[in-house]
């Protein structure tokens, strides 16, 4: 079974440009997070969609964070402009479709690590 | 603040010897948790998960155990071994249907 696929890995960029990541969950899963992991901290959610809506997008700054995920597969998550503290790991997961409210297991994806200069 | 932390940030420990990595959480409500393991460069591995009804769950080399009395859970490891160095978290599910909130991690060094 194929993983969480997330692109690209790695991206530089200089403060106030603009960056899009890109997430692909694992087929039949209607969960998708997007987790944001600073260099020393526990991953923290940004956004949780299920299918097409979103469920909870309470700690996405959106004022310069945005993430839409159209056909309720793949998703993307943008930043512009970006800022210095915005270096991070950007971690998507998936999990089953919450049908009995339980969350389970997330599977992650490697990630796409972010620096902003 | 994060409603899910870990006691101590390091734990070094030699090849073979039991590790012990503890987190307490914060949310009464809380009614699953799960153990992740995290290497350089990955995306957080599941490691072993339990629900609030039970106090004990063993893996594979892995135990967990939960005292919902005090908040605590504990990731017990048997023979450690130098490919399980890594930062390990606990997560817990504060809600039914909702995200998992990660503590801060233990990073775990095993030395051969």
């Known amino acids: 079974e194929a993983g969480v696929a997330q692109s690209p890995r790695y991206k530089i960029i200089e403060k106030r440009q603009s960056v899009a990541f890109w997430c692909n969950p694992i087929s039949g899963h209607a969960t998708l997070y997007w987790y944001q992991q600073i260099l020393g901290q526990g991953p923290k959610l940004l956004i949780q969609?299920?299918?097409?809506?979103?469920?909870?997008d309470s700690q996405l700054p959106k004022d310069r964070f945005s993430a839409e995920r159209l056909k309720g597969v793949d998703s993307t998550l943008k930043i512009q402009p970006a800022k210095l503290e915005d270096s991070a790991v950007y971690l998507c997961?998936?999990?089953?479709?919450?049908?009995?409210?339980?969350?389970?297991?997330?599977?992650f994806g490697e990630g796409s690590r972010l620096t902003v200069l | 603040g994060e409603s899910v932390g870990l006691h101590l940030p390091t734990l070094s420990v030699q090849e073979g010897d039991n590790s012990i990595i503890n987190c307490a959480y914060s949310n009464s409500a809380s009614d699953y948790f799960i153990w992740y393991k995290q290497e350089s460069g990955k995306g957080p591995q599941f490691i072993i998960d339990i629900r609030s009804n039970m106090d004990k769950r063993q893996g594979q080399r892995v135990t967990v155990l939960l005292n919902k009395t005090v908040k605590h859970l504990s990731l017990q490891i048997a023979a450690t071994q130098p490919g399980d160095s890594a930062v390990y978290f606990c997560?817990?599910?504060?809600?039914?249907?909702?995200?998992?909130?990660f503590g801060k991690g233990t990073t775990l060094s095993v030395s051969s």
């Open positions: 997560a817990e599910n504060p809600q039914a249907g909702t995200a998992l909130i």
């Open positions: 997961a998936s999990s089953v479709i919450a049908g009995t409210g339980d969350t389970g297991e997330l599977f």
């Open positions: 969609f299920q299918n097409n809506g979103v469920v909870d």
